[in-house]
Nanobody, 116 residues
């Protein structure tokens, strides 16, 4: 079983920055893909960014150039550096891990609010 714990959410003004962190524990496949998704009120959960153990990254178009995903494989951790935040980035952000068998695990979510 895999557990994911996120931290780093909060309230920030437009144009500000936040860094989210996610630590995974349990039986982690070395082929796991880790990443971030978000869900705004009344909307479906959407991909933000993912990164494989071989450092292949994937970003949503809406965050390219503003968000950076990084990963520490030794610590089973993934991070999301968010810059130039916009009100439309407001959402609950969820850490995600997909193991080598394709099983998906989710964190409990952390709220990010961008507001003046």
């Amino acid at each position: 079983q895999v557990q994911l714990v996120e931290s780093g959410g909060g309230v920030v003004q437009p144009g500000g920055s936040l860094t989210l962190s996610c630590a995974a524990s349990g039986s982690i496949s070395r082929f796991a893909v880790m990443g971030w998704y978000r869900q705004a009120p009344g909307k479906q959960r959407e991909l933000v960014a993912t990164k494989t153990t071989r450092s292949i990254t994937n970003y949503a178009e809406s965050v390219k150039g503003r968000f950076t995903i990084s990963r520490d494989n030794a610590k089973n951790a993934v991070y999301l550096q968010m810059n130039s935040l916009k009100p439309e980035d407001t959402a609950v952000y969820y850490c995600n891990l997909i193991d080598g068998r394709g099983t998906a695990y989710w964190g409990q979510g952390t709220q990010v609010t961008v507001s003046s």
